[in-house]
């Protein structure tokens, strides 16, 4: 990774105080992950640039790693030496400390303003070029941009590389303070562990700008790896005693996916598990399987009944168990809950004789093989006494504003049912596994095109 | 007397507390056989006398039995079992699984049991409880027979108890230690013409001293017999002088069909209704005397069964056997044997529905039966039914074990009118309604897959778990998948100063293996490929189990991890077509004899699946690398011009950045535009499968050549993978191969793949490696980074073992082609499915993935 700063003040060798390098010596330092060289490709009287290589060894930015860790700096083919980085604002720290903090031999330079031109060789700018403005423009900077495309030869469209060109009038110190906290940020792949001091690193970098900075949050959440209690944290110093509010503990969990968001002003969701668990709730049903439980929100639901001996949750993510096992900690009911590794397209007798089932949200997730051995495995193979599917309503899809037409409600949907394709997989699976079927509309019924989900009810002849 | 407990038994010790039950279990068992509910009680309380734990130990106790007895192991519960209530619970488990229930009960006065328990520190109950448990035995003892105990051993008296001995009994049917070679004789019903003339075509010869038969078998042969000896045919009786005089002088063996027992009964008095062919065999053994008749209910009283032969490798039952009940000792058990398994429906000819247990067997024995008469025999699942109706005018069929020929003479006349024609009959069942679904129990939970080479894979847990969820959300149809190919090791790093990879070590590797020939294929640059094809829709559906609606491109294109190649379905569609014009011009298929047949193949070019990977891996970096390397050089020769102390970095960084060039031109060169179809390219290398053959026997040679042919049918489309042979002992053949190897890779080539010339070869236990790679110092920038070359990052790199690969590697390959035999064995969907999700979860064990 490679920049340059170059100042027309004259003399523009002066540059050399504030940054504490000789402009005809040539520095080399030892860093953690490399070497770092510092040069000055011109020192004249009415213009100076002084260049920052930072070479960063890829032998060792991916052995003593852990296997499983596939995030960029698992794979040796990985940006992580070119661009700005992380690795560049360590560095920059590093090598220039005393110019970060301000210490000069000639302390009548400090505060003097300087035309300053910093290059930055190939940013990667996670929020593309308008949040390189959105970052360096309200600090002053005039900014170019040069967006890079993927391959100058093989069509491969626009790539998030930019060559970064930022002009401004201020001191070295603000400047190298600005990039030690916005290059990460801009890059938003921090290469460590970041703890409470990193909470302190920014605070104490960001003082004086960082406070009044309008993208502040994004600045704060992504200088913290996302870490929502460290940036909570910082945010809560930086507002100066303006309490923020505590988040709900499920909103800070997980981000909300598309379909969630797309459905929430109607809260479906509620409405949907709501149904389920009451038509689950009938007389002579004590034993309950949740096919496809995903992170457990029925499970936490069916725990609470007392009629329920047992409770069991399939789901093939072990991902999606582990979190599901989490938020059961403390639910009531708890011990007459059983997590099982499994798929609805498996044939599996730990799934049989049970009195009732579940698959609220599941079989548009399977490929229309998949809903086969769905079909087969459960109705067929499992045969619960009563079973209870529900799937999205495609034609009600019009009526969501945000939604392409076309589009499914989330990106792992494989298919959305129109009311008529999903009755005629109901009837048809009933009646070859000698079931009765009964249809129900769930969510506020539109006189068109029904309600957002539509759901089935097998019961066992 | 030695008290007489068949080895595979439940046995219940009966003793009021204080009788000596334990000190005999140990005397008599070994530990782990005995499950003792004083150990229990402590195990699931911490305190061996908690009463109130009584119930939970139980439950443990119950499992555990469970566990043993499926297992097939003799178990011992060390209770009092005095309870007429508990002893019910044990004797349900034993029928449950298919073991004999023995009762031994230590019958000691009760004075005795008092003083030892008094001596006890943990003992501290009553004499009342151990007066009450020896009054509730002695009430017990004359029920023990009506409970349902096979076996009752009553021990009176401490004397008794100390002296008894026990004598452990085989099951009747283990004959494991009998190994043969045998020739299994199917239906015979009377036919005896038609039987002296197949033994005579098995090389038996067939002598007489006086009435008697003397059968002198081929060299350590024996004839072993199905049942259903007589009724229907023309001489039954004779039959069955025949092969009582053989199984008396030992050249065969014999086991009972469903008409010999309604035979017996007949022979015993009983009302029975000569139906089905009895009353020929009453007339037939009206001529015989009343000792002939004697000698054949003692014979038919005396047959067991059924037989587990051979080391276990072989079941032998008149109507077959499930895998759960074989070896196994009950009324359930014999019932099997002799009818089957019927649905209780009857057909429109008013036979019996069997339920086609072979369909879904799963057991490793082969299985070899008879009972329902079939067109012709055929395997189903390690199960082979040889009874071709000789009687209804078929054929009269022996199986040789272990070489598993058949061999057949016809029946000399239609000797009875089947209620059902013969050609009628199904030899392969119908698909069940849960065929074409997989079972979760076969592969999740620390299964293991069993492969005919001798090695068990097991799968992890946690493997198992990631595979699930791939196959689950992204796989195809399991259907398709009856095969993944194995994953391949790179060849030992090289100490050549500028090299990773080189072909010396590979020829190494295989002449320290005992290799004398080698084949070096030109790896080509794309994305490995799996492709079925049938000649047309409809063969490769009847094939794979669809209706030909669900399949529209009558075949499919697959990648490595089992999803489907295109997302396009036109692309798809195109390919195939043309591929299976080329198998037809080529004459492959007849070639084959097959209408459908399986290729491992790669398909170029590699942007054509790897997009994603170009778009946010490949590309992006070199482009950051060449943007910031060359503004560092510009900036470099500037500062050279005024400052000293540059030339090493200057120097290093232009090094870099001519890595970071040849880095890019090296991916560049596996990308090409597509359209449709247009610029797709591709190269097959294995004929994996066709119909009836796993081509695993086939040498490299006949693959090549078989898909040279194809390849030029269609060379717009397809690509011939070109090769050097090599022999490994002779310089000038290794030297010409390094050579090539040298050119390919300087022109860009990816490198080559060495393998044996035999597909398979074995050094002892283990599998030589089936292929390495030898990737070129160009291409493995793409694999190791841009700037690998650079001579401190290359030292570094050559720290790379490939023990842990090869392994991986050797289990994926056998996996591979387990699958694949199970498939073309048309063995059930879950049979082929398990070594194909092993291979899978195998996938997700921690290697270094740029090996």
Redesign the interface.
């Known amino acids: 990774m490679f920049l340059t700063l170059t100042t027309t003040r004259a003399p523009a060798t002066d540059l050399g105080w504030l940054l504490h390098k000789h402009p005809d010596h040539v520095r080399s330092v030892s860093l953690t992950f490399g070497r770092a060289h510092v040069f000055w490709p011109e020192a004249g009287e009415d213009r100076a640039t002084v260049a920052m290589l930072v070479e960063v060894d890829p032998i060792g930015l991916v052995r003593g790693r852990h296997a499983a860790d596939d995030g960029p700096l698992a794979a040796y083919v990985n940006d992580r030496p070119y661009v700005t980085s992380s690795f560049l604002s360590v560095a920059l720290g590093q090598v220039f400390r005393s110019a970060v903090k301000g210490d000069c031999q000639r302390p009548e330079l400090l505060g003097e303003p300087w035309p300053l031109r910093v290059e930055l060789h190939v940013v990667r700018a996670k929020g593309g070029e308008g949040l390189i403005g959105r970052l360096f423009e309200p600090l002053g900077y005039e900014v170019d941009a040069v967006r890079l495309p993927r391959d100058e030869v093989v069509e491969l469209g626009e790539s998030a590389l930019y060559r970064v060109t930022l002009s401004a009038t201020t001191t070295v110190s603000l400047l190298l303070r600005h990039l030690l906290v916005l290059l990460p940020v801009l890059d938003d792949e921090k290469h460590y562990w970041v703890g409470q001091d990193e909470v302190d690193k920014l605070l104490d970098r960001g003082e004086g700008w960082l406070a009044s900075h309008p993208e502040q949050q994004l600045v704060t959440e992504r200088y913290l790896k996302h870490r929502r209690s460290l940036a909570r944290a910082a945010l809560e110093r930086l507002a100066e005693g303006t309490e923020a509010e505590e988040e709900a503990d499920e909103a800070a969990d997980a981000p909300s996916t598309p379909e969630r968001a797309l459905e929430k002003p109607l809260k479906l969701n509620d409405v949907r598990m709501a149904r389920v668990v009451e038509l689950l709730r009938q007389p002579g049903v004590a034993r309950v399987v949740d096919l496809g439980c995903g992170e457990g929100k029925l499970l936490r639901r069916l725990a609470g009944l007392s009629q329920l001996t047992e409770v069991v949750g399939v789901d093939a993510s072990s991902r999606a168990l582990e979190v599901a096992e989490r938020r059961l900690e403390r639910t009531p009911g708890r011990e007459k809950v059983r997590l099982l590794t499994g798929s609805v397209t498996y044939r599996d007798d730990r799934l049989d004789g049970f009195d009732a089932a579940a698959a609220v949200e599941v079989i548009e997730h399977l490929e229309p093989h998949g809903v086969r051995a769905f079909t087969q495995a459960v109705l067929g193979g499992a045969r619960p006494r009563l079973l209870v599917v529900t799937t999205p309503n495609a034609e009600y899809n019009v009526r969501f504003p945000d939604l392409p037409a076309g589009a499914f409600r989330h990106a792992d949907h494989r298919f959305e049912w129109t009311r008529a394709q999903f009755a005629a997989w109901a009837t048809d699976a009933a009646e070859r596994w000698g079931y009765d079927v009964s249809f129900e509309d769930v969510g506020e019924v539109d006189p068109e095109v029904g309600a957002p989900t539509q759901l089935a009810v097998f019961r066992c002849r | 007397m030695p008290l007489i407990v068949p080895e595979l038994s439940l046995v219940l010790l009966v003793g009021a507390s204080g009788s000596g039950k334990s000190t005999f279990a140990a005397r008599h068992f070994r530990p782990t056989q005995v499950l003792s509910s004083d150990h229990y009680r402590g195990v699931v309380s911490d305190d061996e006398t908690d009463q109130s734990a009584s119930a939970d130990a139980f439950e443990a106790l119950e499992f555990l039995a469970r566990k043993r007895l499926e297992r097939g192991l003799c178990t011992v519960v060390d209770a009092t079992n005095t309870d007429p209530q508990y002893r019910k619970r044990w004797v349900s488990l034993a029928k449950a699984f298919h073991v004999l229930p023995v009762a031994i009960v230590l019958d000691v006065e009760p004075s005795i049991a008092i003083e030892r328990n008094a001596s006890r520190a943990d003992r501290d109950f009553g004499g009342h409880v151990v007066r009450r448990q020896s009054r509730d035995l002695r009430r017990s003892l004359g029920h023990l027979r009506t409970e349902g105990f096979r076996y009752v051993h009553v021990l009176r008296g401490e004397d008794a108890v100390q002296d008894a001995e026990i004598s452990f009994q085989r099951s009747w049917s283990d004959r494991r230690d009998d190994t043969g070679p045998f020739d299994i004789i199917g239906d015979i019903h009377g036919c005896f013409l038609e039987l002296c003339e197949l033994l005579d075509e098995l090389g038996y010869a067939i002598g007489h001293e006086g009435e008697r038969f003397v059968v002198t078998p081929p060299a350590g042969r024996r004839a072993l017999f199905l049942g259903d000896l007589v009724d229907r045919g023309p001489a039954s009786h004779r039959v069955l002088r025949l092969v009582m005089d053989m199984v008396e002088d030992g050249a065969a063996l014999c086991i009972p069909g469903n008409h010999e027992a309604k035979l017996l009964r007949w022979l015993n008095g009983k009302n029975v209704k000569p139906s089905h062919g009895l009353q020929e065999t009453i007339d037939q053994l009206s001529g015989e005397d009343q000792a002939f008749r004697d000698r054949v209910a003692t014979f038919v009283d005396g047959l067991v069964s059924h037989l587990v032969l051979d080391g276990g490798r072989l079941v032998v039952a008149h109507a077959g056997m499930r895998r759960d009940l074989q070896g196994r000792a009950s009324g359930r058990v014999r019932e099997f044997a002799l009818y089957g398994e019927t649905t209780g429906e009857t057909d429109e000819f008013g036979l019996p529905v069997r339920y086609p247990w072979a369909r879904d067997y799963d057991g490793q024995a082969v299985v070899v039966y008879g009972h329902t008469p079939v067109p012709t025999a055929e395997w189903v699942n390690r199960t082979i039914c040889i009874d071709t109706g000789c009687v209804f005018g078929g054929e009269l069929t022996a199986l040789r074990w272990p070489e598993r020929d058949l061999v057949s003479v016809p029946a000399h006349q239609v000797w009875c009118e089947p209620k059902r024609p013969l050609h009628d009959t199904p030899t392969v069942p119908e698909p069940g309604?849960?065929d074409?679904?997989?079972?979760?129990?076969d592969?999740?939970g620390g299964r293991s897959v069993e492969t005919r080479f001798g090695k068990v894979i097991p799968i992890r847990p946690?493997n198992?778990?990631?595979a699930?969820?791939a196959?689950?959300?992204f796989a195809?149809?399991?259907?398709w998948l009856v095969h993944l190919p194995p994953t391949m090791s790179p060849v030992e790093t090289s100490q050549r100063p500028d090299l990773l990879e080189h072909p010396d070590e590979a020829f190494a590797y295989l002449r320290a293996n005992g290799v004398r020939t080698a084949v070096c294929q030109e790896k080509h640059m794309g994305s490995r490929a799996l492709v079925i094809v049938g000649r047309d829709e409809a063969a490769v559906a009847a094939r794979f189990g669809f209706e030909p609606a669900e399949i529209p491109t009558g075949g499919i294109v697959l990648t490595r991890r089992g999803r489907r190649f295109f997302a396009d379905e036109a692309v798809e569609a195109a390919l195939l077509g043309r591929l299976r014009t080329a198998l037809e011009s080529s004459g492959t298929w007849e070639r084959l004899a097959t209408d459908w047949v399986l290729l491992d193949a790669e398909l170029m070019p590699w942007?054509a699946k790897a997009?994603s990977l170009?778009?946010t891996?490949?590309?992006?970096?070199?482009?950051?690398?060449r943007?910031?390397?060359s503004?560092?050089m510009?900036?470099?020769r500037?500062?050279s011009a005024?400052?000293?102390?540059?030339s090493e970095?200057l120097a290093r960084?232009g090094e870099r950045l001519d890595a970071v060039q040849a880095y890019?031109s090296a991916w560049?060169r596996y990308?090409w535009?597509v359209d449709g179809l247009a610029g797709v390219r591709l190269a097959p290398f294995h004929v994996l499968a066709s119909e009836g053959a796993v081509h695993d026997g086939q040498g490299h040679a006949w693959h090549l050549e078989v898909l040279d042919r194809v390849a030029d049918a269609d060379p717009e489309l397809l690509v011939r993978t070109e090769r050097r042979w090599v022999d490994l002992h002779d310089e000038t053949s290794v030297a010409a191969a390094t050579g090539w190897w040298t050119e390919l890779t300087e022109r860009g080539g990816e490198g080559m793949v060495v393998k044996p010339t035999d597909f398979t070869t074995w050094r002892g236990r283990r599998l030589v490696q089936p292929a390495l790679k030898v990737r070129g110092r160009e291409y493995l920038r793409?694999?190791?980074?841009?700037?690998?070359t650079l001579p401190e990052?290359l030292e570094?790199?050559r720290s790379r073992g490939v023990g842990r690969k090869r392994s991986l590697a050797e289990r994926e390959f056998l996996l591979g082609l387990e699958s694949l035999h199970r498939f073309v064995e048309r063995r059930p969907l879950?049979a082929v499915h398990a070594p194909v999700f092993a291979l899978l979860a195998l996938e997700s064990e921690?290697?270094?993935?740029?090996l």
């Open positions: 309604p849960l074409g679904v997989p079972h979760a129990g592969v999740l946690e198992a778990g990631a699930l969820e196959l689950a959300r195809v149809d399991p259907r942007s997009r170009l778009e891996q490949y590309a992006p970096v070199g482009t950051a690398a943007g910031s390397l503004a560092a510009d900036a470099l500037a500062a005024r400052q000293e102390g540059l970095l960084t890019t560049r990308c535009e793409i694999i190791y980074g841009p700037e690998y990052n570094r790199l879950r921690p290697v270094d993935p740029r």
